[in-house]
């Protein structure tokens, strides 16, 4: 029985078309092998999806391949050039610590880069060691999985392994290798590389390379490159928008980190906001706040406006009229982030219909939450529930004078209240990974190899609007301390 398990074909189905593009979009590199790996996780649900089995990933065969100490067959494992702005400043980058090991087509058809992030040393690694510690790699995990079940686009994680083999940082820690899974890793950053350094004809092969990837309809297109950049603005409009409505922080928006799919990409210092405050940065290396909360939309529209300088020959040969149509593109984000942002308060307020002053409102509750330090999540549950009388924000006049206008405009509308709630809390995540409950699951997993209180906030973070009982302890704000949250990059 056991043996037969383990004999079972893991299902690796792979076809490497980046690997077939121009040489100088990336670099054949094998993984570096690891001492002694262990799984530590295993996202069961995300293999079925791909068509891999999960049993013949947890044997010793299937491990293997997630530590890349044997390349599963069919695998041509590449680290993938790009460049990027790094908090405002161009430098040259690639996989520094992550291998490409191929795309598997899953049995929908659908192509996923899987990558393994912590894999060794590459020729992108400059000073870096290519590996990672355990700690970052299953809040990765954690994180993307906790997006995934909110409905935001992400890539996803397949499985952490733990290397047996130590990495030093601050401290000695433990090494890890995570599974990440992408619609693609082409990245605004990789735009920025080809055009920098490839010339105009790599551009070209880039560009068709995205739109077959990603947007195939508009491959046909007359101005197909220009269609591509539309693509590009309108996915990144919707997706932040979508990270602030349920209070995500990115913290590293570096044009290398933002995906061409329209996918959240690179969960290094990123996390969710607990007290509602646009100012709000978590990361430690943010010094200036560029990155913060509030700044995340328009940093989305300077990462844009990078993407079409690079893209500018491919739009028309006279760069006068290149530049006019990249304008004329990219000033539709503005607009396009607004509409998702604003659709989707209304949705969190139960406003149905559209009325001129549903802004006013909105702004109006947004600016007491700031001014009373109330909890972005819970106060939207509350609102999607029941207001809980005399608390923090909710015992204040201010708020009482918002609850009845916002009484007033639901009373507006037909339906029933309780469609109205139920409507709320399909929309208003009654758990987001609080930072301290992922700490805690952290420390229980790395310090004690206890993955059980992992697995139960996985369970929780996986159907964020269930509203269920057991999520209720999940909900509670961090107990009340001095010291802000600080987050690290993690490399
Ligand atoms: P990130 O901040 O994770 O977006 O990474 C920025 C760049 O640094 C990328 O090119 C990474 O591949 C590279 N990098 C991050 N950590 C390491 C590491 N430990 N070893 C080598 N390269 C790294
Ligand atoms: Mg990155």
């Known amino acids: 029985m056991t043996e037969n398990k383990a004999m079972t074909d893991a299902g ?121 510690a355990l700690g970052p790699m299953l809040r990765e995990y954690i994180i993307s999985e906790a997006m995934h079940g909110l409905g935001i686009p992400t890539t996803r994680s397949l499985a952490v392994v733990a290397t047996g083999e130590p990495v030093y940082r601050e401290t000695e820690l433990p090494g890890a290798i995570l599974t990440r899974v992408a619609a693609s890793h082409l990245r605004i950053g990789t735009f920025q590389y080809v055009s920098a350094w490839q010339g105009a004809e790599a551009l070209r092969t880039l560009a068709d390379y995205a739109l077959a990837r990603h947007d195939p309809d508009a491959a046909a297109e007359d101005d197909r490159y220009l269609a591509l950049f539309r693509r590009v603005i309108a996915r990144q409009a919707e997706l932040i928008a979508r990270w602030q409505l349920v209070g995500f922080v990115h913290g590293v928006m570096n044009t290398d980190n933002m995906s061409i799919a329209g996918e959240t990409i690179d969960y290094g210092p990123c996390a969710f906001l607990d007290v509602y405050d646009p100012a709000t940065v978590f990361s430690s290396i943010d010094a200036h706040g560029r990155y913060a909360y509030g700044n995340q939309p328009h940093i989305g529209g ?86 809980p009388a005399g608390i923090g924000l909710f015992s204040t006049t201010d708020f009482a004078r918002w609850q009845a206008s916002w009484e007033e405009r639901l009373a507006r509308q037909s339906a029933s209240r309780e469609d109205v709630r139920r409507a709320m809390r399909a929309r208003n995540p009654s758990v987001i990974p609080r930072n301290h409950r992922v700490e805690e699951a952290l420390r229980a997993a790395v310090e004690e190899d206890d993955y059980g209180v992992m697995h139960r906030l996985l369970g929780v973070l996986a159907v964020p609007y269930a509203y269920s009982p057991e999520q209720a302890e999940y909900a509670a704000p961090p107990p009340s301390s001095d010291r802000p949250y600080r987050t690290f990059c993690g490399t």
């Open 302 to 387: 300077w990462n844009l406006a990078r993407l079409a300088e690079a893209m500018l020959p491919l739009f028309d040969p006279d760069e006068e009229r290149a530049i006019g149509l990249a304008e004329e593109a990219l000033s539709a984000y503005s607009e396009l982030y607004r509409g998702h942002w604003l659709s989707g308060m209304r949705a969190k307020l139960g406003l149905l219909g559209e009325e001129a002053d549903d802004e006013t409102l909105i702004a109006e509750l947004l600016e007491l939450m700031q001014r009373h330090r109330a909890d972005y999540t819970n106060t939207f549950v509350a609102l999607s529930s029941e207001v």
């Open 12 to 132: 690796w189905k792979f076809d490497n078309s980046y690997a077939r593009l121009p040489q100088s979009f990336s670099t054949r590199v094998d993984p570096t092998p690891v001492r002694s790996p262990s799984l530590a996780v295993l996202n069961g649900p995300l293999a079925e999806a791909l068509g891999l089995n999960a049993e013949a990933l947890r044997g010793e065969e299937g491990i293997a391949a997630l530590a890349g100490n044997r390349a599963p067959s069919g695998a041509e494992p590449i680290a993938q050039a790009y460049a990027g702005h790094q908090f405002g400043h161009f430098t040259m980058l690639g996989d520094g610590r992550a291998i490409l090991l191929g795309e598997q087509i899953a049995p929908s058809g659908a192509r996923f880069d899987i990558q393994l992030k912590g894999s060794g040393r590459t020729p992108y690694s400059r000073g870096g060691d290519g590996r990672a």
